[in-house]
């Protein structure tokens, strides 16, 4: 290869990895395509790695595809692997020559021992080719090379494709000062010089002065159980439809320096030509922007240019469709003549930089509005995308050069510059959804402008929520509707207790990022997954048994589904088609039969055990395999969700040599990995889990009548609990788990993972610790993994770093970070549960406020440590210096539902077993009382608890309507009254004091 050969190479190099249409191949071919990655597989071609296609008609061609050959090289000796196929567009007369003299070509090239390997060469005869497949294969290709268009020099050389714009913007004045004066800050509680709570609890509302900013991306998850969004004090974030990682609207990007926009709006003064966003981000102007954070919506305002604006963006309770209600307010005395612009980036699949290639846009011809396809990404090919607006747009464009410009970026982007867009759209573009309006405001008016970004399963839902949602009234009405589909899932429990914090996360925004984030959307800023997990969503759904029992139901029998017949579970799967993992993780497969009973126990549904739920099927793991990324097969056998829960059990009982479970790859701890992978290590956190669950579902069994299996299940749990005192006991607190040579984790006598706290707090929940053992555990837990001066309860300490254990890719974070060391929220959540099952309040109100993000956010020293949100729970806080109290991801966390079950449940006390509740506090002994609202149907039960006595824990008497109930259950009766139930704590069977008075009404 020469030196001039190899800069052409590297040229088209650059063609691999930044996606250029001047050497692809014809627009009206990729529009023509209609089949996803997947048909690129019967060809040996994975499409995961970037195509050259050279199409080769003649024997004078091969030279063009020797020197394809040596540029292929050349890309591999730098690192770049790319697939290069050769399509012999021969006549069938003469095509087996041409065939021989393609594959001679190969074999004497750098590239022999790569033909028909990833990275490789693949030699394809058109003619033994569908006609759809090889419009895939020119659709897929960054570069199309052609052997009658002379040397790859020659061909490289094709002049780029020119744009038709539209003709510069000029300015008719120059620019104006506008007088502005600030709206008030409204009053907030928590203020923390950044942010604080609404009175109500229902917004969290961000307030940043010129130049300011948040320590990170203070984000809203924003979702119906199908569609959503993320959005960030800035105004970035991104749009999903179906599933959050596999088909993004818009690109999502965890960059929580930058926080990039991939969605925007833009408006310029048409006199002035001054320019501006309604959000802090891509381009900010002068004086504040408050950002109000709600459930199930998300508001900018802001005053720029004497032009007050108000953002609003929200999601429908059902329809795949964001809107966004921009309202303009004239402040002036004169005549404003403006332009919107609305930009998104278009993804349509994992990234827009995989999919754009693949976007074909189009101007519907009903409607007017803007639609994409995508017909390359697999499982969503057929849906339809939109953008649309009210009112309609003068222009527009699905060419994102256009809009940012050659080298431009949002914050100057060229529409602005322009008096318009050029309408380009079409097949081959980098795809973008831009349009622009025109508004006139007369002095003093206002105006809504909305938009709407959406998709439909075909063409004709997507026209049906064009036209449904061009009606203002509608919008305006949607959002009522949204508040209001929130309010009745987060009205039904309300309290009121001397702990402000608390109150506030427990009557809002706990179960708003349990059911919104975790259940329906799935993702967050610092995480997008998409996936069910197996464990993760049926642990989410037991905080929502309360507010909204159908979604725990429907999350179990969507996790039953998931089940293979051996009795096994996925670990996690992508919706639709279910790919997802086996593995061999031990816990996985208990929390269904543990989620079940608890469904069955509060909301009295034990009919949910008798439906009837298929498995899935796949090859078993080969005993060198952990894991197995996979399809499965739906199988034909059903089962009752009582016999998915008989299964799972069943395979979890075989114990290893000390009489403990088997912990497998990895047991809540999925970074403890190679502990017990070679089927020998044993899990004592497992021992204290399946005794519980064995206990509880035995119960479950007596009221099937199964009483054989019940009492077996309880004599199990047993020799459980006795192989964990006689074999896991180390003194002052209870071992990890031994490694399958026998090694114990969890020592005193170790270097690293002395100590690891979900063993200690589980020998409580259990109830299965011998009493003063459990006490000697938790003391040991506050001694060696609570650390208040840094508001920390630890997982484990010391973390995993030099030491010759070798537990599993846990020992891959960074030492005091997430599960090594840090705090994982999750399981700090159980240490607060086992001091309240212990009875002492002080302690679990006190570490409970510890976890709470309000405190950690309380002060401006605060929230430059923790820097994430305040309003929500965080997986983890940092435990190392110099990020020590530092938040790690928010949002997409399971122990949002933890932290709400141990506040209403354990710390509250609330209970409730069918139609009937009642309450066993253990609480501060310095609370003098609190009041818990519950709705049941259309009755309200208003429910004062007074402390008069200053105790943590028991139940003097209780009051309903005024009547006493000895037994301290209060039957439930949807009789649309109001119902008053009083409790007064103190000493079981001494005399209570006198109720005190409820408010009326």
């Known amino acids: 290869m020469t030196a001039g050969e190899a ?491 001397p702990d402000r914090s608390l109150d506030l996360l427990v009557n809002r925004w706990l179960p708003y990022q349990t059911i919104g984030c975790r259940v329906w959307a799935r993702t967050g800023f610092s995480q997008s997954g998409g996936a069910y997990g197996f464990r993760d969503q049926l642990q989410d759904v037991a905080a929502a048994v309360y507010a909204a029992p159908a979604v725990a139901r429907e999350q179990i029998l969507r996790a039953a589904a998931r089940q293979f017949v051996e009795g096994d579970v996925q670990h996690w799967w992508h919706p639709p088609t279910g790919r997802g993992v086996r593995t061999r993780i031990s816990d996985d497969l208990l929390w269904l039969p543990f989620i079940a009973a608890h469904y069955a126990e509060v909301t009295g549904d034990r009919a949910v055990f008798d439906e009837e739920i298929g498995f899935v099927e796949a090859r078993a793991l080969a005993p060198s395999e952990d894991d197995a990324y996979l399809v499965p097969d739906t199988s034909p056998e059903r089962a009752s969700i009582f016999e998915h829960c008989v299964r799972a059990i069943e395979r979890s009982l075989p114990v290893g040599l000390h009489g403990l479970p088997l912990m497998g790859a990895g047991d809540w701890n999925d970074g403890m990995n190679r502990v017990g992978h070679e089927g020998q290590g044993e899990s004592v956190w497992m021992g204290w889990f399946l005794a519980t669950v064995l206990t509880r579902f035995a119960g479950v069994c007596d009221a099937r009548g199964e009483a054989e299996r019940a009492i077996r299940y309880r004599d199990h749990a047993a020799d459980l609990a006795r192989a964990v005192e006689e074999h896991a006991w180390d003194g002052e607190w209870y071992l990890r788990a031994y490694f399958d040579d026998g090694t114990p984790l969890g020592t005193a006598m170790a270097s690293e993972c002395r100590i690891d706290s979900i063993a200690q707090s589980w020998s409580v929940i259990s109830g299965f610790g011998s009493q003063d053992r459990q006490r000697r555990a938790m003391a040991s837990v506050e001694k060696n993994l609570v650390h208040r001066g840094d508001g920390l309860i630890m997982l484990l300490t010391p973390p995993f770093d030099r030491s010759s254990l070798e537990p599993g890719y846990i020992k891959g974070y960074v030492p005091g970070v997430r599960e090594n060391g840090g705090q994982y929220t999750h399981a700090a959540a159980w240490v607060v549960l086992a001091h309240a099952m212990l009875g002492d309040g002080d302690r679990a109100g006190e570490l409970f406020s510890l976890l709470n993000p309000v405190n950690h956010t309380s002060t401006r020293a605060g929230v430059s440590r923790y820097k994430v949100e305040p309003y929500v729970v965080a997986a983890d806080v940092y435990a190392v210096a110099p990020h020590t109290g530092r938040g790690g991801w928010t949002w997409y966390t399971g122990s949002a539902s933890w932290m709400y079950r141990v506040a209403l449940e354990s710390m509250l006390g609330f209970k409730k077993s069918g139609s009937r509740i009642r309450l066993d506090p253990c609480i501060p002994k310095w609370w003098t009382g609190y009041s818990l609202e519950y709705r049941f149907g259309a009755s309200l039960y208003r429910v004062r608890v007074a402390n008069p006595d200053e105790v943590c824990r028991g139940v003097a008497r209780v009051d309903l309507d005024g009547v006493e109930i000895e037994s301290g259950w209060i039957d439930l009766v949807d009789d649309g009254r109001e119902h008053r139930v009083g409790i007064v704590l103190g000493e079981p069977g001494t005399p209570a004091a006198t109720l005190v008075e409820l408010p009326r009404p």
Request: proline content about 7%; aromatic content about 6%; overall charge neutral.
């Open 7 to 497: 800069q052409i190479a590297l040229r088209l190099a650059s063609r691999l990895l930044y996606v250029n249409p001047d050497l692809r191949t014809r627009p009206d071919v990729i529009a023509r395509n209609r089949r996803g990655q997947s048909g690129l597989w019967a060809y040996g071609i994975s499409g995961d790695l970037p195509v050259v296609v050279v199409r080769v008609s003649e024997p004078e061609h091969v030279p063009l595809v020797r020197q394809l050959l040596r540029a292929h090289g050349l890309w591999r000796l730098r690192g770049l692997a790319a697939d290069l196929v050769v399509l012999n567009e021969h006549p069938t007369s003469y095509q087996q020559e041409v065939q021989e003299a393609l594959l001679e070509a190969v074999r004497s090239s750098l590239s022999a021992h790569l033909l028909d390997n990833p990275g490789g060469v693949f030699v394809r005869r058109v003619d033994l080719m569908p006609e759809e497949d090889r419009v895939l294969l020119l659709t897929v290709a960054r570069a199309v090379l052609v052997g009658g268009r002379g040397t790859l020099g020659q061909q490289i050389e094709r002049k780029p494709r020119v744009l038709d714009l539209k003709p510069d913007f000029s300015a008719r004045r120059s620019p104006v000062t506008y007088a502005s004066t600030p709206k008030p800050r409204p009053t907030l509680e928590f203020w923390n010089g950044t942010g604080g709570f609404t009175p109500d609890g229902r917004e969290y509302v961000i307030v940043l002065g010129d130049g300011q900013r948040t320590p990170a991306p203070w984000s809203n998850v924003v979702s119906n159980p199908a569609f959503g969004f993320v959005v960030t004090e800035s105004g970035g974030g991104y749009t999903w439809s179906g599933n959050s990682r596999e088909n993004r609207l818009t690109p999502w990007s965890n960059d929580a320096v930058s926080d990039p926009v991939s969605e925007a709006f833009f408006l310029r003064d048409d006199d002035t030509g001054v320019a501006w966003t309604p959000t802090p981000a891509p381009m900010r102007s002068s004086g504040p922007y408050t950002v109000r954070h709600g459930q199930g919506y998300t508001v900018f305002e802001h005053c720029a240019e004497g032009i007050e604006t108000e953002l609003t963006m929200f999601v429908p309770p059902a329809d795949p469709v964001k809107l966004v209600r921009l309202t303009l307010r004239n402040l002036g005395n004169e005549r404003r003549r403006l332009t919107v612009m609305s930009y998104a980036a278009l993804a349509l699949g994992v990234s827009r930089e995989a999919s754009s290639p693949f976007i074909v846009t189009e101007i519907d011809s009903e409607t007017g509005a803007l639609l994409a396809r995508n017909h390359y990404n697999n499982e969503f090919a057929g849906r339809v995308a939109f953008v649309d607006s009210t009112p309609r747009p003068s222009s527009l464009t699905a060419e994102r050069k256009e809009f940012i410009g050659r080298n431009g970026t949002l914050s100057r982007p060229n529409a602005l510059l322009r008096t318009g867009l050029s309408g380009q759209v079409g097949a081959g573009l980098d795809a973008c959804a831009a349009l622009h309006l025109k508004v006139v405001l007369e002095p003093g008016a206002s105006r809504d402008v909305t938009f709407a970004l959406g998709e439909g399963a075909d063409v004709s839902e997507a026209r049906s929520l064009i036209e449904r949602y061009r009606d203002s009234e509608t919008v305006v009405a949607t959002l009522d509707d949204v508040r209001r589909s929130w309010d009745a899932i987060l009205g039904s429990v309300r309290v009121d207790t």
